[in-house]
């Protein structure tokens, strides 16, 4: 039988960025979802946590509502970042063993990995160290989801998998310039500047950082192949295992969006990390699965998403 018929799906963050997609990937699989709205179930608040689980009675919780963004939002908001995604990640997993939900599915972030690491960012080295300055609070109260799932299985027998994403991009991301990360920020300026006839565009940067980018689609996809396949309780990295420098990734949409001017770097604004691309041969293995969608695929669908849908995008917050 499959694995997803009549499973009972609760989708926290469903109507986000990743989450939606996984929605719609849902929507294929013969399964009931649900999708709880934050208005009405709170999850920094255990009671309403509770509430939530003890209305839907899910049999897999996956868990991808955060509060984070790109490099810059870490700077203004590390406070709120730090509470909400701990207390998120808490609840949830408390939620889960009170409620006896069959298995969680974590959604972590390469942010949570050593900042000091340049090679290819492999699951044994999670925690070789603290996540780097310019994202270690997002990164930390990540990872620990990982910590609290193995305690829980040791305890209460909850299952538990913890998911490492890389960078994701795609339609329905914030494009929003004080929380998006670089590959939404770079598509909404370009595009701009070609609507406006703009003579250049700021980068931040010095455009050598190393960055991988994940199309939200395939990343929706490998999440439900992992729900389906993994049930280990070592993290598992997702990704596309190929780096690109923000200098190329810049020129990329530059070209994608038909933008004639010129490009300024703007080294006063962080580099953050110096690479950050994973290490994705268990990947490869256990769900025998590669992402289909190439960088510069992936960056036209987008870009044509935005350019026909940019009022709704600019407004996503
Ligand atoms: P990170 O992967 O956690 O460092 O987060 P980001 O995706 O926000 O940034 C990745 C890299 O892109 C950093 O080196 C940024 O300085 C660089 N970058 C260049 N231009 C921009 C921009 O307009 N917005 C953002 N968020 N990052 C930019």
């Known amino acids: 039988m499959s694995f997803w018929k009549d499973k009972r799906v609760l989708i926290t963050g469903g109507s986000g960025f990743l989450g939606s997609h996984?929605?719609?990937?849902?929507?294929?699989?013969?399964?009931?979802?649900f999708v709880p709205r934050k208005k009405q179930y709170d999850f920094t608040r255990l009671d309403a946590a509770e509430l939530c689980f003890a209305t839907y009675k899910p049999d897999l919780v996956i868990h991808s509502a955060a509060y984070y963004g790109g490099i810059w939002i870490n700077q203004l908001y590390?406070?709120?970042?730090y509470y909400e995604n701990l207390v998120m990640g808490a609840?949830?997993?408390?939620?889960?063993q009170r409620h006896k939900v069959e298995k969680v599915v974590q959604i972590g972030t390469a942010c949570s990995y050593p900042g000091y690491l340049e090679n290819e960012l492999a699951e044994k080295d999670l925690w070789n160290g603290l996540p780097h300055e310019t994202v270690v609070n997002y990164g930390i109260t990540k990872k620990i989801m990982n910590v609290q799932g193995a305690a829980y299985k040791k305890q209460y027998g909850l299952n538990s998998i913890h998911l490492i994403l890389t960078n994701l991009y795609g339609p329905r991301d914030t494009y929003h310039p004080d929380r998006s990360h670089v590959a939404a920020a770079l598509i909404r300026k370009f595009v701009e500047a070609t609507l406006n006839r703009s003579p250049e565009v700021e980068v931040w940067g010095t455009g050598k950082p190393i960055r991988e980018f994940l199309y939200v689609d395939d990343c929706a996809e490998a999440i439900l192949l992992a729900a389906e396949k993994y049930n280990e309780l070592e993290p598992m990295n997702i990704g596309t295992g190929v780096g690109t420098s923000i200098r190329e990734l810049a020129e990329t949409v530059q070209q994608v969006s038909g933008y004639q001017g010129s490009i300024r770097w703007n080294t006063d604004k962080p580099d953050g990390q110096f690479r950050k691309v994973l290490a994705t041969e268990k990947m490869r293995r256990v769900l025998q699965w590669q992402p289909p969608t190439s960088l510069r695929a992936g960056l036209e669908k987008t870009v044509h998403w935005y350019e026909a849908n940019k009022a709704e995008a600019d407004a996503r917050l």
């Open 22 to 33: 996984i929605v719609d990937r849902l929507k294929t699989m013969n399964c009931e979802f």
């Open 78 to 81: 590390p406070g709120r970042i």
């Open 91 to 96: 609840n949830v997993m408390e939620a889960a």
